[in-house]
């Protein structure tokens, strides 16, 4: 698969709902229930960083939930994005990008939201065919003035900013011309996983795809 046709794939995943979760599962037994939960809040699209030893069955776990679209987060290594192909992940996301982990994913026919956070990552991203990409870490790396600037020589890339974002400023993000979707982990706080919780997830959920 081409970047080019990959980053197409990744695009359509992003326009699905204004927020990707970034969820970070300890208890597998969480995995369907929460993907659950955010589906019927109106999140689609979710992100399973492998940080966690139960990361990749909770993937294959959620891979199974309807209307749902299963990827894989903290790609860091080629071993990492075929864990998470064969786990059932739909799409990969890393906090920055190395020729080897873009290779990985390129063999592997995973569609991948690479991270980038200055003009020059940005750039190299593109060059390569990645036109839609992670603005990581979006609050410390500048925020939404960072990614408006980028879009005045780069229009043609488009972003999901991740790192910093919750409901006070998401809006700021969606409003600009050059950003797809955020990404945020606020949807799925730990304390209300920890206490099944799950009406109230899909609560924050429904009011994270209403920011759209
Ligand atoms: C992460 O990698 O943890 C994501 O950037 C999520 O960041 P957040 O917890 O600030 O939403």
Redesign the pocket.
């Known amino acids: 698969m081409t970047p080019a046709d990959q980053s197409r794939q990744a695009l359509e995943i992003c326009r699905r709902a204004a927020v990707v979760p ?1 969820l ?1 599962i300890e208890d597998l037994a969480h995995a369907r229930p929460l993907a659950e939960a955010l589906v019927a809040g109106g999140l689609p699209a979710l992100e399973v ?1 492998l940080r966690t030893p139960v990361a990749l069955d909770a993937i294959r776990i959620m891979a199974e939930v309807e209307g749902g679209i299963v990827g894989a ?2 790609l860091l290594t080629p071993a990492d994005v075929a864990a998470a192909r064969a786990a059932g992940a739909r799409f990969g996301v890393s ?1 920055g990008a190395s020729d080897r982990l873009l290779d990985a994913c390129e063999a592997e026919g995973l569609p991948l939201l690479p991270g980038a956070a200055t003009a020059t990552e940005v750039m190299a991203l593109l060059e390569r065919g990645y036109t839609m990409q992670k603005f ?2 979006a609050e410390t790396s500048g925020g939404a003035p960072a990614v408006k600037a980028l879009g005045g020589p780069l229009p043609q890339v488009t972003f999901c900013p ?5 409901l006070g400023n998401a809006a700021t993000y969606l409003g600009l011309a050059n950003v797809v979707c955020v ?4 949807v799925a706080p730990k304390a209300m996983m920890e206490a099944g919780d799950w009406a109230g997830i899909t609560r924050l959920a429904q009011e994270a795809a209403a920011l759209r």
């Open positions: 970034v970070v960083t987060g903290t906090p990581f870490p991740t790192g910093g974002i919750g990404g945020g982990s606020w």
